[in-house]
């Protein structure tokens, strides 16, 4: 069997044993509706116009939001990997706001700023923030001294020496933070939509929950699944892709 056939194999069990148990009438199809059902509810849904225009205004959240929190995380986090005294000051605020839940977050910022798109896509840049910035973090304090002594050798200080050999050598660490963050980032999507939208992935669950239709709740977190497994490959392969020059190991 080809090595990307692999990782269709649980997906395809999971359908199938969704297709048996449906089939079968041990669950009733107003609490889990058939693939077939699933199906024929985002054909009619795409038809309408419906499922593009959600899909869209989830997207374009999750990228804005996303691109807020690189922003904010590799500018933050540069300083605070750099300077012990920036770290002794904001390391511990931003640890005590890392452990407070998503969910708590959605009341404080819908009173400030409304239910508007600003206040969705602050949420989503909260949630993609923190795994990029503790991944650049931790690659900066991981770099190898001996690339320091030899920059200082060659006389590389100050600005220059984080340019050409700190954070080229945190740019692994960074990827892998920007990955886990932009996956993160459609979760937070998911708690801001669920509360206060129109429109958007999180809407189309809240309006199945309302009028109780199950298919049009599972098109929602198949659609959510998918997104989340295509951002992460597509992070994925820009890693790949960038850390070619990189001396580690990759398994087979």
Known sequence: MPKKALGVLVPAALVALWWAVSASGLIPTYQLASPWQ??????????DGTLWRDLAASAQRVVAGFA??????????????????VE???????????????????PLILLWLGIGE?????????GAFFPIYVNLVAGIHGVDRKLIEVAQVFGVR????????????????????MRLGFTQAWLFLVA???????????????????????????????????????TESLMRAIENRTLRWTDTLRTA
Do not use: H, M, N, Y
């Not at 807020?68 to 005294?85: D, E, F, K, Q, Y």
């Not at 600003?118 to 909260?126: R, Y």
């Not at 429109?199 to 929602?220: H, M, T």
């Open 68 to 85: 807020i929190a690189c922003l904010a995380a590799c500018v933050l986090g540069t300083l605070v990997g750099l300077s012990r005294t």
């Open 118 to 126: 600003t206040a969705k896509i602050t949420l989503v840049a909260i």
């Open 158 to 177: 100050g600005f220059e020496r984080a340019r050409r050999v700190i954070l080229p050598a945190a740019s692994p660490s960074l990827l892998v933070g």
């Open 88 to 106: 002794r000051v904001v390391e511990p605020t931003l640890q005590a706001i890392r452990a407070v839940p998503s969910l708590a977050w959605v």
């Open 192 to 230: 801001a939509e669920l509360l206060a939208s129109t429109k958007g992935l999180g809407f189309l669950l809240v309006e199945g929950q309302q009028i109780s239709r199950p298919d049009r709740i599972l098109v929602a977190i198949v659609l959510l699944a998918l997104c989340g497994k295509l």
């Open 38 to 47: 699933v199906i024929r509810e985002g054909v009619s849904l795409a038809q």
